[in-house]
């Protein structure tokens, strides 16, 4: 059967076909310069103005439905100037502040100079609902009568259509429902859901109809007004009036993200402008946060991917685990309640293994698309199984791995059952869906996987990296059940992880390229690439020593190396293109798990010209945000990096990433059994001094700690402790 299997995924995955699902890119994200907002399963995309001008992604979503499509303000019917649009540092709140143009009547007479009007628009995301405030004042020195519109509309768009997905058919949208103060726009969609949008303002508008509400403001020198409106998509009447609502929820929404923000370590420096970096990668990474049954997770990223994503949530999970362990325990908890129980080849799903997507949209309902609950992903099962055995070590807390224990032998199993198709201990994918992902590692575009002259290889396909991460799974099998009081188990795991390495060594290490192949293809035939999948067998330590040095070489060459971080794809290959998704460009999360192999075996420094490259590239991004990857041209000196036109920001392991950039690079390992905390080689890379952690929790202690450069040296320093902890350098 598993012959059959195999034959019949080489003819599904043939050929040179465009991936279906990819993004379609209309607009580049340094054009649109967007805006965003999100609380729980909501987020929302806004332009400099606050407006939501169609077309576009902009727009307010909850559970990948387009809830608003249009929300513009108009003064006297034009739209005011831009002066300043900001986020809050903590991400909490969106200011735009505005201003009136010159507005002259028909004949070209001045009836309002510019810059006497003011507006301020704050906009937060709370529950189901987006909240503004439209503060409008006046600042001339006489009194004046002014218009203030706000046009709104909803297309009810999957988040599918919204990134190009063609559709045959859609559901019906209904006429506005106008009361006196609300507005209801609705759809229902073929799944036979009923989806609303509504709309409440307060006061009451002067004018309201179905798409426009108007009012108009008699304000005196120096006097302001105020309007609220609450744009909800759940069902049913308003708790409050609009105006209370916006408060309430305002300190609920600030009460919430404060408790959340309070696990995380505080980091301070001697650069500002990597304070401001790292401030803004922790609030865009508990923004991203959504509060699950089962605990905190990190959705994927804004705005094609504001969903639960196993392996980005794996991969966030283990770069931040240091900082904040809970975010790993809610990413375990989800993960094991939603592992696959049963094969179906609808949603590439069987038994053990670990969810890639959920999708709560009208086509996923309906099947259009198979994300509904899609499982096609051949490294989040090891990646699970890697992060159950590091936040054992993280934490010690044995009652959660007890509890996942059941989860992680059927990921096992899986591994060996499934994910070995062949029995040659090599884990490979092959999409059972024919609209299922047709690559299912990271890097699945469609053209992803290529032999050296640029051929597509044929699955199934053997992932240099997915092997290991299944060598990491085995570890961490051993180490967990040995913790568990299994010890007969782990004997057999360690067993398995040490075959693996072997057999990785021989058949994937290329000597002519100094480093490991991209992949196995269906038939054994090596993809003969140089790319940064090498980089994460240092990462997971499948690697054996002797071959670190070639590795890191040729990752950090020239043709690897872009400057601002190591390539996908080295420009020596045949598919390079720097302004790809995967075949050139320069991913932060890619980079920070290979810093972490570099740390691992030593290198140290090369971590910090990675950690470097990186920062340097955020400071030239607006909020100092890295975004999902960036092009990979070369660094040139007076230049910043090339930016790719439609990738998310803010997106979770790549804000991530500098977090656990700083791990690596300090050696930093946290024992809670002692507890202790442990500085290996740490090194501080160039932009920095000096480093102080606060809040460093392990094992119930609490300690503060500071790093600084001296000479050649970084000397570590107890500022502070509470509890019995240890702190250990070594040189």
């Known amino acids: 059967m598993e012959r059959v299997m195999q034959d019949s995924a080489k003819r599904l995955d043939a ?5 279906p699902y990819a993004i379609a890119a209309s607009d580049s994200v340094k054009d649109v310069r967007p805006l965003v907002l999100k609380h729980g399963d909501g987020f929302a995309v806004f332009d400099g ?68 009007i003011h507006i301020r628009r704050s906009r937060f995301l709370w529950r189901t609902a987006c909240f503004e405030r439209i503060n409008v004042r006046n600042f001339d020195d006489r009194r004046r009568r002014i218009e203030i519109a706000v046009e709104f509309a909803a297309d009810f768009a999957d988040l599918f259509e919204v990134r190009g997905f063609q559709r045959e058919k859609r559901g019906v949208g209904h006429h506005p429902r106008v009361e006196e103060a609300s507005v209801v726009l609705s759809y229902t969609g073929l799944d036979a859901r009923l989806r609303t949008t509504t709309l409440m303002f307060d006061p009451k508008p002067t004018a309201l109809d179905g798409d426009r509400a108007c009012y108009m403001l008699d304000l005196d020198a120096g006097e302001s007004r105020s309007i609220f409106i609450e744009i909800d998509s759940r069902q049913g009447p308003p708790a409050d009036r609009a105006y209370r609502a916006y408060f309430l929820s305002l300190r609920d929404a600030r009460r919430e993200l404060r408790a959340s923000m ?16 790292a401030s803004r990668a922790i609030a865009d990474l508990y923004m991203l946060v959504t509060r699950l049954p089962e605990g905190p997770y990190p959705y994927a990223g804004i705005p094609w991917f504001s969903a639960v994503f196993g392996r980005d949530a794996l991969i966030t999970a283990m770069e931040t685990l240091w900082l904040d362990p809970a975010i790993a325990r809610g990413v375990l908890m989800h993960l094991a309640a939603t592992q696959a129980t049963a ?6 799903a069987e038994p053990g293994k670990i969810l890639h997507e959920a999708r709560h949209g009208e086509m996923a309902e309906l099947g259009e698309v198979p994300f ?41 199993g899986w591994i060996e059952r499934y994910g070995d198709r062949d029995g040659d201990g090599f884990v490979e994918y092959a999409r059972r869906n024919r609209d299922g992902l047709v690559n299912q590692g990271w890097k699945d575009s469609h053209d992803a996987v290529f032999h050296e002259d640029g051929s597509m290889a044929q699955a199934p396909i053997a992932l240099a990296e997915v092997q290991a991460y299944v060598y990491a799974a085995w570890r961490a099998a051993g180490d967990i059940a040995r913790r568990l009081g299994r010890e007969g188990q782990a004997p057999a795991f360690d067993r ?4 693996l390495r072997v057999q990785f060594d021989r058949l994937f290490f290329d000597e002519a390229l100094g480093t490991y192949v991209l992949a196995l293809d269906g038939d054994k035939k090596p993809c003969r690439v140089r790319a940064s999948n090498a980089g994460h067998a240092l990462f997971t330590g499948i690697a054996f020593p002797e071959r670190a040095a070639s590795v890191v070489a040729a990752l950090m060459g020239s043709s690897g190396f872009s400057g601002w971080g190591v390539r996908t794809v080295a420009s020596t290959e045949a598919r390079y293109n720097p302004m790809s998704y995967h075949n050139g460009s320069v991913w932060p999360h890619d980079n920070a798990l290979i810093a972490s192999g570099f740390a691992r075996y030593g290198y140290r420094a090369e971590a910090g010209r990675v950690f470097e490259g990186l920062f340097s590239a955020s400071t030239y991004v607006d909020l100092r945000r890295l975004p999902e990857l960036l092009c990979g041209f070369p660094r040139k000196k007076g230049r910043g990096p090339t930016f790719y036109p439609v990738a998310c920001i803010p997106q979770a392991w790549a804000a991530a990433a500098p977090l656990s950039l700083i791990q690596s690079c300090l050696g930093m390992t946290l024992d809670p059994s002692a507890p202790r905390i442990t500085f290996t080689e740490p090194v501080l890379p160039p932009f920095l001094d000096w480093i102080v952690l606060k809040g460093l929790r392990v094992g119930g202690a609490v300690a503060e700690i500071g790093l600084w450069r001296s000479d050649r040296r970084v000397v570590v320093d107890v500022l502070d402790r ?7 350098t070594t040189t």
């Not at 034009?78 to 300043?84: N, V």
């Open 15 to 19: 050929g040179d076909a465009p991936e």
């Open 722 to 728: 509470q509890g019995a902890v240890s702190v250990v």
């Open 496 to 499: 398995k992880a040490e075959a």
């Open 372 to 412: 509904g609950r899609y499982y096609g992903s051949v490294d989040s099962t090891p990646l699970f199984v890697m992060l159950a055995g590091a936040y054992l070590e993280r934490t010690g807390d044995m009652d959660a791995l007890r509890a996942l224990w059941p989860n992680i032998e059927a990921a096992l």
């Open 343 to 348: 094969v179906d080849d609808a949603s590439d």
């Open 262 to 277: 309070a696990r995380a370590v505080t980091i301070q420096t001697s650069n500002d402008i990597f304070n401001e970096a």
């Open 49 to 116: 103005r606050g407006d939501i001008r169609p077309p576009g992604a902009e727009g307010v979503y909850y559970r990948d439905t387009r809830h608003l499509c249009c929300l513009v303000l108009l003064i006297e019917r034009r739209p005011p100037l831009l002066l300043s649009s900001s986020l809050r540092d903590d991400n909490a709140t969106l200011t735009c502040d505005l201003t009136n143009p010159d507005l002259t009547d028909d004949h070209g007479q001045m009836l309002l100079a510019h810059d006497l």
